[in-house]
């Protein structure tokens, strides 16, 4: 559990605007999966406290979308790594944000390209 706590805090820390390099596909989903969790928990418990404080939904609700917002350069620098971990430009992304494609998700879950690419080595370390 300390292991994927450091990938996650690794992403948002030391690698916040890294676009350069790769990134494994353990790094790039448990930051996927703790981003997700915590999000899910600000609107859980904004819903569950909506039921006994009217305004209490807006305020997590706001909470989660500043979040939101506060990852969202460190979340496109890993998935950018991600890809070049592939082979990949970074540029596969823009598919993302003009047709809502799934490719660079699919992508994502690709194993690593072996041995070194013009990204950098490979971080498995073979």
Do not use: C
């Not at 997590?60 to 998935?79: H, K, M």
């Not at 690709?110 to 070194?116: E, N, Y």
């Amino acid at each position: 559990m300390e292991s994927l706590q450091r990938d996650f805090l690794d992403v948002i820390t030391q690698k916040f605007a890294l676009f350069d390099g790769r990134a494994r596909r353990r790094e790039f989903w448990m930051f996927v999966l703790w981003m997700s969790g915590l999000l899910f928990a600000l609107f859980l418990v904004g819903t569950i406290l909506g039921v006994v404080i009217p305004f209490m939904p807006l305020l997590f609700y706001g909470l989660a979308s500043l979040g939101s917002l506060a990852v969202l350069v460190p979340f496109l620098a890993i998935w950018t790594r991600r890809l070049h971990d592939m082979g990949q430009p970074g540029l596969w992304l823009l598919l993302n944000i003009v047709s809502l494609s799934l490719i660079p998700l699919i992508m994502a879950a690709i194993d690593s390209q072996p041995g070194d690419n013009k990204y950098g080595p490979n971080p498995k370390g073979f």
